[in-house]
């Protein structure tokens, strides 16, 4: 089955009534968590970034109390998933001053995290490409937000 351009779901949707799209929109929201997790964001994260930043922030530092230190195999496998997450959340968000904040919060979690991450490559490696994107969305920011930010960074 062929997928339908973005104009022809565009303009399908038009024609739609509010009931059947909201209907749609249940029914998409069913068949994959991103999707629902999506809409979730939309819906009632959106309006308020602020607060969505703080939780995406309580997430990470769940998620890294709860990473197994007994091997390195393991913590850089859940580093990883941290940060693919933490991506997934940036991705619903689409603004690159969250991105840039959520990006910097991951390296000073990961820079702070204890086993050092010094002591693997991979995990250096890591953090040194996140710091670099956290840079270039900062350039694209207004100029008082990248002095805030490249403050953060500094302190990194």
């Known amino acids: ?3 339908a351009t973005i104009k022809d779901i565009k303009t399908e949707l038009n024609e739609l009534s509010t009931k059947e799209l909201q209907d749609l929109c249940l029914r998409l929201s ?3 968590l991103e999707n629902k997790e999506l809409l979730t964001y939309l819906l ?4 308020n970034e602020s607060q969505y930043i703080e939780n995406v922030k309580n997430y990470i530092d769940t998620e890294f109390l ?10 850089k496998k859940s580093v990883r998933k941290i940060l693919k997450n933490v991506k997934k959340y940036i991705r619903y968000s689409q ?3 969250t991105e840039a904040e959520l990006l910097i919060y991951f390296c000073k ?15 250096q490696n890591l953090y040194n490409r996140q710091l670099l994107q956290a840079k270039k969305r900062i350039d694209t920011l207004h100029e008082d937000l990248q002095y805030d930010y490249n403050l953060l960074i500094e302190k990194l």
């Open 1 to 3: 089955m062929k997928a």
């Open 30 to 32: 069913r068949f994959k």
């Open 44 to 47: 009632f994260d959106s309006h």
């Open 66 to 75: 709860a990473i197994n230190t007994k091997s390195i195999f393991y913590i």
């Open 95 to 97: 603004n690159k001053a």
């Open 109 to 123: 979690k990961l820079k702070h995290f204890k086993p050092s991450i010094k002591r693997s490559t991979q995990l």
